[in-house]
């Protein structure tokens, strides 16, 4: 036996935030569990256990590469990282020179702990043009909450440190308990429902524990807000609300009760498709049983009315007086550490770079700090003069989850200068002209922060990365360093030990952080009816321009939106597109998330895709009985975009008349001639990116209208797979020259 | 096949019936053709015995010996280890397969010395003095090889019948079923020996055989009958067996093959050309085999578990 | 003593995280699993019944797989755990056929081409070769990590109460669903969990008395107000910075939590 040492870390298999604990042999990883000394306790999910087969991935990025052949056609030379960094930095400052600063953007994928660099490479480049997928995730509730209650970060406190657990605890369009979204805190989650009276799901698909759950509300895609509406308007007229909040803390009640009064619970089933009786019934256990939470879905900012589906959302917790009340939803006090995202906030975004956004001028919530990416991919298209010349991608496949991903394909093409940085060739990389190799979360040394939470949590390196990757942040550094030196650090350890310096009274640095692994703030420390002190403005209240929680919305009023929520269907619906309808009769959504995979990722995990090897899509054995179909066809879905194919398996759990398919679906093993596979299965080939919430400019993703149709024996036999089995025929980046 | 993948459903292999395929596809093939020579080899030499027929005495050893056993050999994963499945090398008597093994092997040795030991008295290859001895020797060994062909033949039925997991194997009548079966294959076997050999009265052969299809028939019915009344899912295997997926093989194979065309052509033999004309027991001999085969192969491929999971009780 | 699992239905979330722990703990060949998850989805009367049934050998009392084996590689220990011994398993495979609950798997010689076909062995493989061998041409199942048990008894240690001594999947699973300990003892968190919570075992009526027990029920129905344990942030790691008062509750509530 050799030599063994056991090193303990952070889980970023998803959001993460999870301890682990790994043994590691002589250099090599023989072990992986939780770290029984942590947060959740010891416990992990098969994602992040399944890190110790992705490190040994053959497929792994090695080394930085430049294309050699057209874009798409897979062939890389290797070049030195010098090279790569050198012809980058050229490339920014060849870019900014002849186009403006904002010419350059930097993006990212889902939140992995590398915001703070991508905001500050951003910000300190100039430019303000970040692509991210929040527009779809997580941004508009950050927005929203930060607009009713002056504070953006509200989560739900499943935690009972004020000496209550919610009573009620709603899932809207979300499955907290798989992890995949929401990283650790499924955990907490979990261990609330020993202390729940109600758990209400709202889903049209049954989540783990919807058949279990006190009550499960399947509405139809895209109908959320209205159904909101119908729960505030039975508050109202059965006056549940929270008297004493409502009097003491909230702008605009009136008016929120004049606008909910057309939502009668009759009008709501109408368009809902839910039974009132279940409406009403929700409407007051939420308003009885306090204190409670909604846990939000992002789902719900997948479509193009999310800002007013979580105005409506948010109003619900208000009226109810889910705030800042122990077991409601909560902000929390940060550990000494202080705000790690200060990391980039301390470089100003000026209004001279905010002006520059791409979309700006019509999504004012969401463009007001991030590039509008939807908008950019028309702009490009539109044949005028190109915003973004140099992009640098970190992580994100934005090629396969933004919407309408033919078109998201040939105005990826026509950037001038694309760099992706990611472990494995991805289709974003294949369209990319030069790739950076990037470590795992097991073969670098970080600060995790996913969400400016109640603790911050370190990653330690346990194994070296293969051949020359490195860690995302290293890149960062190495970029900036070269354009503007004045804004990034020496080295790794200086910009890590900058990042915690304010720990421990100003005297913390990384080693020590390291050790230590967590750093958190909870218990008695947390601060609960912040409302009700000093701590946002003396003498009480939120940190809001009323002072109050803000059903009505000056803000929004000035930026031209309805100040009060208000449904709007989805750009394709039964009722909004009823010719459309008769045409592409089943409702759709792309929602549907599996455990062990997240987003885009894990594909080529051998494990993980044991577990679901083709992309599945549900129906209700009913409907997919009307269309021909049974269990286990491989079925076409096709809407006026394209059309797809998937497994279908029908599922008794999910709305009738509806369709939920995988998101997200590419086929690594598939040759990159393809993207490797991208319009096979991936259902953005079927969402529309014409029409966008008009705060947030997020698309349709989880409500349009398709078609289904099984795949005929001879389309069966049509080589749609150029590889039979995973991982056989696929090229390593060793195999390249 | 279940052991890897998995999805997400609930439609795989432990809700839903499902067939097992370790018996009978890719290599479990081969168990297959060793269970088909187990009966064929089984009912070959316990009807040779019987008729005194040397010949076919030797042919069921060779089917059991170089056919049987190298089929079971070559399916085990380790098939080197094969001695530990042997008495006394293992001690597991409790498991049909040992007892199945000792079984053979001991059929294998008393068979091979009956053999040598009617052999030299066929041929009186021995002192006169010796004749005596020898014969009680040689009835012994013809009555213990015999007996151990039956329990060869029989155990196949009782490994299977064992299996709680699969409801149509677990019932009593499988290893009856099975053993019929064998020595209606012996008797069919047999006289194509006799076609080379000589030395066969054909005419009884034809009726025992038809005796034995006769009770064949009976018994397979009942088989199906009561096997479709024990479990949904028995009735489940039967209904595969009948109008499923194996279908084909039974009705054409079992039915047809096995029983009917041997039943008529003997019946043709005995009443209408009321003598025994080669090509036409040649053709009942082949479609009886191929019977043979059949009915093992419907039995295997509809073997059904039990679904694992089914509701629970909720408080 | 008689180790045994209670597994709660109304908390299993299909995460697949004990079918991932498993083969972390057992290097387990590509397409082997020793856990699995078996989704039961009907609707009747308009109701749909969405449940995840986490299953493994049931390391049953009478177990069918014993009385198979030919060679005694199945056999079984006094404390029930049903073991293989690889090196005198034949591979004839009828234990796998016999099992009435489907989880014994042959590894075939030709279906295991590494966890990257084509490709070398990872790092990991060839650990695994070395520390936890698996033979081709043998069956394999799951055995309660009867190394982590054995493990545990000889250091003092009590399976399904300190992690050492505990399956993998017990200790990996964040829904908490599976409960780990002597179903002999009665005053055992499984013999309580049994007794309280109406218990069964799969397939009963076939008579193999499983260690492996299934509770089920709704979600809620609780009374939401926090015990001290929970309100000190005691769940959290004592190495962080925590309050001098949950800091003194510290080693009380872990006990109560117990």
Request: glycine content about 8%.
């Amino acid at each position: 036996m050799g030599e063994r040492k056991v090193i303990y870390s952070t889980c970023k298999s998803c959001h993460g935030g999870c301890g682990v604990k790994v043994t590691v042999e002589d250099g090599v990883p023989i072990h992986i569990e939780g770290n029984p000394d942590s947060l959740t306790r010891g416990t992990m999910c098969s994602k992040g256990l399944s890190s110790i087969q992705h490190i040994d991935n053959p497929f792994r990025l090695k080394y930085p590469m430049k294309r050699v052949g057209e874009k798409g056609e897979g062939k890389w030379k290797r070049i030195s990282w010098d090279e790569a960094l050198d012809t980058i930095a050229e490339k920014i400052k060849e870019s900014q020179e002849k186009y403006g600063k904002e010419s350059v953007a930097v993006s990212q994928g889902t939140g992995r702990g590398y915001n703070r660099y991508i905001h500050r490479l951003a910000r300190s480049l100039g430019t303000a043009n970040v692509i991210s997928p929040g527009y779809v995730c997580h941004s508009p509730r950050l927005g929203l909450y930060g607009l009713v209650t002056g504070y953006g970060r509200l989560y739900c406190d499943y935690h009972g440190w004020g000496g209550e657990f919610p009573k009620t605890n709603i899932m809207w369009a979300k499955q907290l308990e798989i992890s995949s979204a929401d990283s650790e805190m499924c955990n907490w989650f979990i261990q609330s429902l020993d202390y729940c009276k109600n758990l209400i799901i709202i889903d049209p698909r049954a989540s783990a524990y919807a058949t279990r759950a006190t009550l499960w509300l399947q509405p139809r895609p895209g109908s959320d807000c209205a159904l909101a509406m119908g729960m505030m308007n039975v508050i109202f007229n059965e006056e549940l609300w929270d008297k004493e909040f409502v009097e003491n803390w909230t702008y605009g009640f009136e008016e929120l009760r004049e606008r909910v009064k057309e939502w009668t619970p009759e009008k709501t089933e109408e368009v809902t498709w839910i039974p009132k009786e279940k409406i009403i019934e929700a409407a007051r256990l939420w308003a009885i049983d306090t204190p409670g939470t909604i846990q939000v879905g992002s789902s719900l900012e997948r479509q193009a009315n999310c800002g007013h589906t979580l105005r409506a959302i948010t109003c619900l917790m208000g009226l109810t007086g889910n705030i800042e009340r122990p077991g409601s939803m909560c902000s929390w006090v940060l550990p000494d550490t202080g705000l790690i995202e200060d990391f980039f906030l301390e470089l100003p975004l000026t209004e001279e770079m905010r002006s520059k956004i791409v979309g700006v001028d019509k999504y004012k919530m969401g463009a007001a700090r991030t590039c509008n990416p939807d908008t950019m991919v028309k702009t490009i298209l539109g044949g005028g003069e190109a915003p973004i010349h140099v992009w640098i991608s970190v992580g994100g496949q934005q090629i396969v989850h933004m919407a309408n991903t033919k078109e998201v394909a040939e105005a990826i093409e026509k950037i001038d200068f694309l760099v992706q940085v990611d472990q494995f060739m991805g289709p974003m990389a294949e369209a990319a002209d030069m790739v950076l190799p990037a470590a795992h979360w097991l073969e670098i040394d970080d600060v995790y922060d996913m969400h400016p939470r109640f603790f911050i949590s370190a990653h330690n390196k346990v194994v070296d990365p293969p051949g020359e990757a490195k860690a995302d942040a290293w890149i960062f550094n190495e970029i900036g360093k070269r354009v503007v030196p004045e804004h990034w650090f020496d080295n790794m350890e200086e910009m890590l030990d900058y990042q915690v310096r304010k720990g421990h009274d100003g005297n913390m640095n990384w080693k020590e952080f390291s050790e230590k692994i967590v750093n958190g703030c909870w218990g008695q420390d947390q601060i609960y009816y912040k409302y009700k002190t000093d701590y946002w403005r003396k003498g009480g209240g939120f940190p809001t321009a009323t002072g109050k929680f803000e059903f009505y919305s000056k803000r929004l009023e000035e930026l031209g939106y309805d100040p009060l929520p208000v449904f709007r269907e989805p750009g394709e619906s039964p009722y909004r597109t009823p010719e459309l309808f008769k045409e592409y009769p089943v409702v759709m959504s792309s929602g549907f998330r599996q455990p062990f995979y997240f987003l885009g990722q894990y594909r080529n995990i051998p494990w993980l895709r044991s577990f679901m090897e083709y992309p599945m899509c549900q129906m209700h054995p009913e409907t997919a009985a009307k269309y021909g179909i049974s269990d286990g066809d491989w079925i076409w879905i096709e809407t006026p975009r394209g059309r797809i194919r998937q497994k279908c398996r029908t599922f008794p759990g999910i709305l009738r008349g509806m369709l939920m398919a995988t998101a997200n679906w590419f086929y690594p093993e598939e040759p990159a001639n393809n993207y490797h596979g991208l319009f096979i299965s991936n259902p953005n080939v079927l969402t529309n990116n014409n029409h966008l919430d008009p705060m947030y400019g997020s698309p349709d993703l989880t409500c349009l209208l398709c078609r289904v149709r099984k795949c005929t024996e001879e389309e069966l036999q049509e080589n749609v797979f150029q590889t039979e089995e995973f991982g056989t025929v696929q090229k390593t980046v060793d195999d390249l020259d | 096949m279940q052991g890897g993948r998995q999805w997400i459903t609930p439609h795989e292999w432990m809700t839903k019936p499902t067939q097992q395929t370790e018996w009978i596809e890719g290599q479990g093939l081969l168990i297959w053709m060793a269970e088909v020579f187990s009966a064929l080899g089984m009912g070959m030499y316990l009807v040779s015995v019987v008729m005194d027929h040397w010949w076919g005495a030797l042919v069921g050893w060779l089917i059991i010996v170089f056919l049987k056993l190298p089929f079971h050999f070559f399916y085990l994963g380790r098939p080197w280890r094969f001695w530990r499945a042997i008495p006394p090398f293992t001690k597991s008597w409790h498991s049909w397969i040992a007892r199945g093994m000792f079984f053979t092997t001991v059929f294998s040795i008393f068979a091979l010395i009956q053999l040598v030991t009617t052999f030299v008295l066929d041929h009186s290859l021995v002192a006169a003095s010796a004749v005596g001895t020898l014969t009680v020797i040689d009835w012994i060994m013809r009555f213990l090889a015999g007996l151990f062909a039956l329990l060869t033949g029989i155990y196949c039925g009782f490994m299977m019948s064992y299996c709680k997991s699969i409801p149509f194997w677990n019932t009593g009548l499988l290893p009856i079923v099975f053993v019929i079966m064998g020595i209606a294959d012996g008797l069919a076997l047999i006289m194509g020996v006799g076609l080379v050999t000589g030395g066969v009265d054909f005419h009884t052969l034809e009726i025992a055989s038809q005796w034995a299809l006769i009770g064949n028939a009976i018994l397979i019915g009942s088989y199906l009958i009561s096997a479709s009344y024990q479990s949904t899912i028995g009735e489940l295997s039967v209904r595969e067996l009948l109008v499923g997926r194996v279908a084909l093989s039974f009705w054409i194979g079992v039915i047809f093959l096995g029983i009917i065309i041997p039943f008529a052509l003997s019946l043709i033999s005995i009443f209408v050309l009321k003598t025994n004309i080669p090509e036409i027991l040649i053709i009942a001999i082949i479609s009886h085999t191929i019977g043979a085969f059949a009915l093992k192969y419907c039995v295997l491929k509809v073997g059904i578990y039990r679904p694992v999971v089914t509701r629970a009780p909720v408080m | 003593m008689r180790w045994g699992m209670v597994i709660d239905l109304t908390k299993c979330t299909r995460c697949h995280g004990c079918v991932a722990a498993c083969r972390v703990e057992h290097f387990l060949p590509l397409w082997v699993t020793w856990v699995k998850l078996a989704a039961y989805e009907t609707e009747e009367r308009g109701a749909a019944d969405i449940t995840t049934f986490p299953v493994r050998c049931n390391q049953c009392a009478d177990a069918p797989c014993v009385d198979v084996c030919p060679t005694g590689a199945t056999s079984q220990r006094k404390d029930g755990i049903v073991t293989i011994d690889a090196n005198k398993c034949i591979g004839c495979r009828y234990c796998v056929i016999a099992c009435p609950y489907q989880n014994r798997t042959f590894i075939f010689s030709w279906r295991d081409p590494g966890y990257f076909p084509g490709y070398p062995k990872t790092r990991y493989e060839k650990k695994g070769e070395e520390l936890y061998p698996h033979q081709k041409g043998t069956t394999t199942k799951c055995n309660f990590c009867v190394e982590k048990i054995d493990y545990g008894l000889a250091n003092g240690l009590t399976p399904g109460i300190d992690r050492d001594a505990t399956p993998a999947c017990v200790n990996t699973c964040q829904a908490r669903a599976l409960t780990f300990g002597d179903i002999d003892d009665p005053n055992s968190n499984v013999s309580r969990l049994i007794a309280r919570k109406n218990a069964f075992q799969l397939q009963r009526v076939l008579g193999t008395d499983p260690s492996i027990y299934y509770i089920d029920g709704e979600v809620g129905g609780k009374d939401n107000k926090a015990p001290e344990h929970a309100m000190t942030g005691i769940h959290i790691q004592q190495k962080s910075t925590v309050d001098p008062r949950s800091k003194r509750l510290i080693e009380e509530g872990r006990k109560e939590e117990e």
